[in-house]
Nanobody
Framework: VQLVESGGGLVQAGGSLRLSCTAS???????????MGWWRQAPGEEREFVAA????????WYADSVKGRFAISRDNTKRTVYLQMNSLKPEDTAVYFC????????????????WGQGTQVTVSS
């Protein structure tokens, strides 16, 4: 079982990036049972919740710091969840981790079933 992130990189403040996370080894039916989300961790900081989406894609949750700038979506047929990040700020610089949660909303670290390996996002001022 593996989550693979992609799409990170270096961008100037005000720019955009789109992260992807694919559960390539999962059946579509299994992926569709999980809420999916993103957390991030900046150097010297604790990992923090960013955004999540429920199994059907009908409900989304966001940290206050990214509301109105980030948008999460999913395509269950592709077993992929996306994070569109707009109006990026230097304080968004972090390693972004994909996460799966079968019974919760991806907002409680203790409920996370599996993490991706992380992808670096760096926003220059």
């Amino acid at each position: 079982v593996q989550l693979v992130e992609s799409g990170g990189g270096l961008v100037q403040a005000g720019g955009s990036l789109r992260l992807s996370c694919t559960a390539s080894s999962w059946y579509v039916s299994v992926f569709s049972e999980y809420s999916m989300g993103w957390w991030r961790q900046a150097p010297g900081e604790e990992r923090e919740f960013v955004a999540a989406i429920n199994w059907s894609g009908e409900t989304e949750w966001y940290a206050d710091s990214v509301k109105g700038r980030f948008a999460i979506s999913r395509d269950n047929t592709k077993r992929t969840v996306y994070l569109q990040m707009n109006s990026l700020k230097p304080e968004d610089t972090a390693v972004y981790f994909c996460a799966a949660d079968r019974f919760g909303t991806v907002q409680a670290m203790g409920h996370i079933y599996i993490w991706g390996q992380g992808t670096q996002v760096t926003v220059s001022s």
